[in-house]
């Protein structure tokens, strides 16, 4: 049973509006939670990440916001460029060493 | 700075060849994994390396063994290769802590099994 969930396979957004994607996770004893983006041929890398112990970190256009009661995170992107049309996977670390990744959101960001 | 290095880029085998994915890091890193990404099923752990001289199972073990040759490399072996295999193949690296921890991940081995 996978312990990280991301229910949207795919969303559309135009350019300079807000991308919202959403992960959700059954294990509250994670120790952090991470995004990474992927495109095409390369190997995932790492975009943003939070404390289990913080509820929001920013950088730049890129905001991830943790709700641990509902055991919900989500990524902000404001604003959207073609850019950062890839798949964004969510991530959790557990005991600082293992991690564990969701299936991942193909996000089309249009012109 | 090369980070994290997987070879091949691209395998093509028959069922029940053998074969080993390498995975070599210049980041000084303790921990190393090896994950598999299918469609929809997104990356799953097949073998970690928390240190050197360690493995440890993941989500996805079976039909796989690892080696930890020293710090730096990392190998994941296909002793009899089947079609429920192929998959593209990732290599990731880090230096656990308690601050922000990310994984270092290579750029994917592709490999399809007929």
């Known amino acids: 049973d996978q312990q990280v969930k991301q229910n949207s396979p795919s969303l559309s957004v135009q350019e300079g509006r807000i991308s919202i994607l959403n992960c959700d996770y059954t294990n509250s004893m994670f120790d952090y939670f991470l995004w990474y983006k992927k495109y095409p041929a390369e190997g995932p890398t790492f975009l943003i990440s939070i404390s289990s112990i913080k509820d929001k970190n920013e950088d730049g256009r890129f905001t991830v916001f943790l709700n641990k009661s509902a055991k919900h995170l989500s990524l902000h992107i404001v604003p959207s460029q073609p850019g950062d049309s890839a798949v964004y996977f969510c991530?959790?670390?557990?005991?600082?060493?293992?991690?564990?990744f969701g299936s991942g959101t193909k996000l089309n960001v249009k012109p | 700075n090369a980070g994290v290095t997987q070879t091949p880029k691209f395998q093509v085998l028959k069922t029940g060849q053998s074969m080993t994915l390498q995975c070599a890091q210049d980041?000084?890193?303790?921990?190393m994994y090896w994950y598999r990404q299918d469609p929809g099923m997104g990356l799953r752990l097949i073998y970690y390396?928390?240190?050197?001289?360690?493995?440890d199972k993941g989500e996805v073990p079976n039909g796989y063994n690892v080696s930890r040759l020293n710090k730096r490399e990392f190998s994941l072996r296909l002793e009899s290769a089947a079609p429920s295999q192929t998959s593209v193949y990732f290599c990731?690296?880090?230096?656990?802590?308690?601050?922000?921890?990310?994984?270092?991940f290579g750029q994917g081995t592709r490999l399809t099994v007929v």
């Open positions: 980041m000084n890193h303790n921990s």
């Open positions: 991530a959790a670390l557990f005991n600082f060493n293992k991690f564990y």
């Open positions: 990731a690296s880090t230096y656990p802590g308690t601050g922000d921890t990310e994984a270092f």
């Open positions: 390396s928390a240190s050197e001289g360690t493995t």
